[in-house]
Structure formats: structure tokens, C-alpha cells
């Protein structure tokens, strides 16, 4: 009886945990069941994509914390009304969320995206270098830094090659990064 009180105690716990993260961060549950915003979704695929917005901007007031609507929002301004300018104001007020750090990561290099497609380099780099610093160890940030050309995170620098008279031991070349005992 324990050990099975200490199984479903373990369960709720995971349970409740991971709900109450979601909530924290902003990423309540992606679209389940929500009239509001089956109807915005409805109104888009209708073709009225800036009433779908509208739609879904009202949904917003209500539910803030439903970030995944600005996303949405974002994407239609981004692909089906052609204006990315729009878009990149979306995602610069998504970027204010408070977001798992994966998550943000790729919303910012989505809007590094849309910088380059308006001309604005110096804040696609001024971005991609932010992505650097606040999510290491994430997959947007191994492409910020791959975009930046700089070496990969953990990634050991080159050690000088040895001196050209230097005799190699056992009379072969080690592969670089590699020395002798």
C-alpha cells in the first residue's frame, strides 16, 4: 500500500507540476476545444484573413496568456497577407512573453528571418547574438551562432601545431587536437 501510495502521489505531482509550468510560461494548452478561437480559425480559412485577426486579437484580450493565438496572428500577417513588416511587430511582441527558452529562441530567429527580408541586418545580428547569450545550449542558438560564424558551443579551440623541427614520436603524425603522451 506504500509503495502504491508513493506511485500515484509521484503521478499527481508530475501531473500538476507540468500543468502549473505551462501556466507560468505562458504555454497553456495549444488551441483544445476553444470556441473563440475555432471561430478565428473558421474566419481564416473562410478567407477573411484580417477579420480572422481581429477575431483573434479579441481572443487575446481575454486570454493573454494563449500566446500561441500571437503566433497565429503573426503567421497570417507573415503568409497570407504579405506583410512582413507587420509580422516582425508580432513576433517583437511575442518576444516579450515570457517563453521557454527553446521556444523563444526559435520565435526570435523567425523574426531574424523577417529582419533580413526588410533590410534590417544590424538587428537581425544585434537578435542573433542575444539568442547566443540567453539560450546556450539550445538549437536556435547553435543557428544563431552558426549564422554569426562562430564556433560551435563547447566546441575545444585549435592547438598550435608543433614546431616544424620537432620530432614526432613513433615517427608519425598525430590527427590535430591530438598529442603525445
Known sequence: MLGLGLMVGR???QYVG????RELYGEASEPVGDPEYDE????WADGDHLEAVRLLREFLKHKPN???AAFRIAEIYEKDLG???AAALEYEVILGH???????????????NLYNRLGKTDEAEALLNRIVTECPGTEPAAKARQRLGLPEEGAMTEEPAPEEGSPDE????????F???
Open 11 to 13: 503521478e499527481v505531482s
Open 18 to 21: 507540468h500543468h502549473v509550468q
Open 40 to 43: 478565428a480559425e473558421r474566419v
Open 66 to 68: 494563449k500566446v500561441h
Open 83 to 85: 506583410n512582413p513588416l
Open 98 to 112: 515570457r517563453l521557454d527558452r527553446q521556444r523563444w529562441g526559435w520565435a526570435a530567429i523567425h523574426l531574424v
Open 170 to 177: 613513433g615517427g608519425f603524425k598525430l590527427p590535430p587536437g
Open 179 to 181: 598529442r603525445p603522451k
